[in-house]
């Protein structure tokens, strides 16, 4: 069963939907939400992927790449995925088919916790997108195959809760939701 829920909860974290998703038996989606920052970007005229690249770096998350969002299920499990929008709109569904479907835009924030499966339903490339990963982790890619569980199950359970949101850093964001 999914639940989708809004929490509008201290200043820390206002104005941040948290998105829990539980296990379907194929994806095994976390024990964190996903969390919607709305309209958090001021995305500039000028080379807006790069400015949303660097402030996710200022807050240690890397490994970045710059291109749309997959029309098809997938999920990592060995890290968190941040994807920033900095142009375009989108409607994306998370937790597998039948989770709940998502208005993205740009200046959007989406933050995705080890496991959670997530899919455009739109065109690939229509937002672009910058993602990066705590710690510059690398990334694998699952799909919901049989055999990829128990092994994702058991490095999901390896991931650590990053030091600092991407957007706000220390003390705020998904610091304090994910303790």
């Known amino acids: 069963m999914r639940r989708l829920f809004r929490m509008y909860m201290e200043p820390q974290t206002a104005n941040i939907e948290q998105i829990v998703l539980q296990d379907d038996g194929i994806f095994p989606n976390s024990r964190y939400p996903a ?42 499990s060995v ?21 709940p479907q998502l208005f993205i835009e740009k200046g959007d924030v989406l933050v995705i916790p080890a ?3 997530h899919k455009n339903l739109g065109p690939e490339n229509s937002v672009g997108v910058v993602g990066a990963y705590p710690g510059g982790r690398d990334y694998d890619m699952n799909y919901g195959k049989p055999g990829e569980r128990p092994r994702t199950d058991e490095n999901i359970k390896k991931v650590p809760v990053p030091s600092n949101d991407p957007v706000f850093g220390r003390d705020k964001g998904l610091f304090n939701i994910w303790k």
Not at 51 to 68: Q, T
């Open 79 to 99: 890290t968190h995925e941040v994807l920033g929008i900095y142009k375009g709109r989108t409607k994306v569904q998370l937790g597998g088919p039948g989770g």
């Open 35 to 76: 969390l919607l920052y709305k309209g958090v970007l001021d995305i500039p005229v000028l080379f807006p992927a790069t400015h949303v690249k660097h402030l996710f770096e200022k807050h240690g998350w890397s490994n970045s790449w710059d291109a749309g969002i997959f029309e098809y299920h997938h999920y990592h």
């Open 115 to 117: 496991g959670v499966a």
